[in-house]
């Protein structure tokens, strides 16, 4: 199965709004301010929560902000 998954980090969003530069101390881009969205295959949503939580740490500020399971055309 096919995900199109949006992730921010909300410490940067909140540096940024806030005024501040962000220190990229973590070697989290600045362009989490914003949801990026990235492709994954998983063979479930529930797996891909999973592998989402180890690749975004919610402790480093990661917001997942959608999971879209993409439809064939076919």
Not at 16 to 41: P, Q
Request: one cysteine or more; charged letters at 30%; aromatic letters at 14%.
């Amino acid at each position: 199965m096919l995900f199109e998954v949006g992730v921010y980090n909300q410490r940067v969003r909140d540096c940024i709004r806030g005024g501040d530069d962000w220190k990229n101390d973590l070697g989290i881009s600045k362009a989490f301010e914003e949801v990026l969205y990235f492709e994954f295959t998983s063979k479930s949503k529930a797996a891909l929560k999973k592998a989402l939580h180890k690749e975004f740490p919610p402790t480093f500020g990661y917001i997942i902000e959608c999971i879209i399971e993409v439809k064939d055309n076919e």
